[in-house]
């Protein structure tokens, strides 16, 4: 667990002090942090779940319903992404004054049901419309939880909070992947939704009866304004950083969420001999009888889970042990990540070992998940404490709407286009490799941002 105890004062890098958080909000105390930061990130794994388990289960899903990779694109980016960034707003601007607990706790149900009624779905438009239900369940969960969690924590120790919330987001690709394909190598990718959505209710209750929402004391709501959309929206316009820091992570989260719906269908597409391969010696070591969907899923999921929870967690330390000494650590330390991931990722995307292509993904993942913590954090820090919910929210929803609403379908239409001359194989291959290189455009916006940080924080 984050340890949000020690730590000296940050000046200018979280615009609150240690002792008390917004609105005559104090920090929790010891126990009661560890508690609610932990609740907090398993419902994000849940949440990461639920939203990551129909790309291991795309290639079933494609043979089943007949679908193309466009179409595959859509459920597992588009269909989503329009409701998650439409509807994020007007629940973070309720989560500015209503009880947060509450939001958090009715979105779980929400999104836990319309990802068992994934598994129901007979034809593309019927899934399709379970997933949008995900979104809209989805929508209502980070906005508040970071608002919560910028509460419950000191601000010194801000960024490695949120960056321990943000680690759901590996690991909860981590338990999509490897559960889903494991679960649809054994009953079918029907079986993989009911089970993925079934503990969401457990949870939800969880939330709604012991997560701390600290404005339900009379101290903490005594004279809180709460400021009208006008005027949040036209704080957060006055700060460059913030709009430059928010199109870097859309771009970063574009190529990762258009990385991540296909990587599933890459390896068992070109790597199909030496994952079964891998998966024949895995089986006789371990006792087990996974196939390829089955090994190929555990594979990612450990991945994408182990290195990106390492990458995410890194950037939240190193965010709060350099933001002290210049905020514009904030936007480098993304930035420097950015930079050095493409390389490696070239060489998983081309390389004829499947164990070589594995290993390089893993350094890809690592660098890829450096961002969460320093961007989010950042952004928490450059608005008023009444306007962090909005805050996270016009972030997500930039970030959503371009990462997760054109990822995943524009890897799906390039896959199509380079697959007419090459191949369904080599085009998938191409494409990860074209998104891959859109990543590069991030530079800019962190070196954008990083120009006006500290004057916008101190503002």
């Known amino acids: 667990m984050v340890d949000t105890n020690k730590g000296a004062d940050a000046p200018g890098a979280a615009g609150a002090s240690t002792a008390s958080t917004s609105g005559g909000i104090e920090p929790l105390s010891a126990g009661p942090r560890r508690y609610a930061l932990g609740l907090l990130l398993v419902i994000y794994i849940l949440n990461f779940l639920d939203r990551q388990v129909v790309n291991i289960l795309a290639e079933p899903i494609k043979l089943d319903l007949g679908l193309a990779d466009w179409q595959l694109g859509a459920l597992t980016g588009l269909a989503f992404a329009l409701f998650y960034t439409v509807l994020g707003l007007p629940i973070a601007r309720l989560a500015e004054r209503a009880d947060r607990v509450k939001i958090i706790s009715v979105a779980v149900g929400v999104w836990s049901a319309c990802t068992l009624a994934c598994g129901l779905a007979g034809n593309f438009i019927q899934l399709l419309l379970a997933r949008v239900g995900v979104g809209v369940g989805e929508a ?28 759901g987001i590996p690991l909860g690709s981590l338990a999509g992947m490897a559960l889903g394909g494991i679960i649809a190598d054994s009953f079918g990718w029907r079986a993989a939704f009911f089970i993925a959505g079934a503990p969401g209710i457990l949870l939800a209750l969880a939330a709604w009866f012991t997560l701390p929402e600290p404005r339900r004391t009379a101290k903490a709501v005594e004279g809180h304004k709460h400021p009208s959309v006008s005027d949040a929206i036209e704080e957060l316009a006055r700060k460059p950083a913030f709009l430059w820091m928010s199109l870097a992570a859309a771009i970063k989260a574009m190529v990762a969420y258009g990385h991540i719906a296909f990587y599933g269908s890459f390896y068992l597409r070109n790597h199909a001999e030496g994952l079964q391969g891998l998966a024949d010696g895995f089986n006789s ?66 390389a004829g070992s499947t164990l070589l292509s594995i290993a390089a993904l893993a350094v890809v993942t690592f660098l890829s998940s450096v961002w969460y913590g320093p961007v989010f954090a950042c952004a928490q820090s450059l608005v008023k404490p009444r306007t962090r919910a909005t805050a996270s929210a016009v972030i997500l929803f930039v970030i959503n709407l371009i990462g997760l609403g054109l990822g995943p379908l524009a890897a799906g239409i390039v896959s199509d286009m380079f697959a007419a001359d090459h191949g369904v194989a080599e085009g998938l291959r191409y494409s990860l490799i074209t998104i891959g290189g859109v990543g590069l455009l991030a530079l800019p916006c962190f070196y954008l941002a990083s120009r006006t940080l500290r004057d916008d924080i101190e503002a």
């Open 140 to 167: 209502g969960c980070t906005p508040p939880a970071h608002s919560l969690i910028s509460d419950y924590t000191p601000a010194e120790k801000r960024a490695s909070a949120i960056a321990f919330y943000s680690m």
């Open 285 to 350: 070591l371990f006792g087990t009888q996974l196939g390829a969907i089955g090994f190929t899923g555990l594979i990612l999921g450990l991945l994408i889970g182990t290195f990106g929870a390492m990458g995410t967690f890194a950037g939240g330390q190193l965010a709060d042990r350099f933001i002290a000494r210049d905020a514009r650590n904030y936007a480098y330390i993304p930035g420097a990540a950015a930079l050095l991931l493409f390389p490696p990722f070239v060489l998983a995307m081309m």
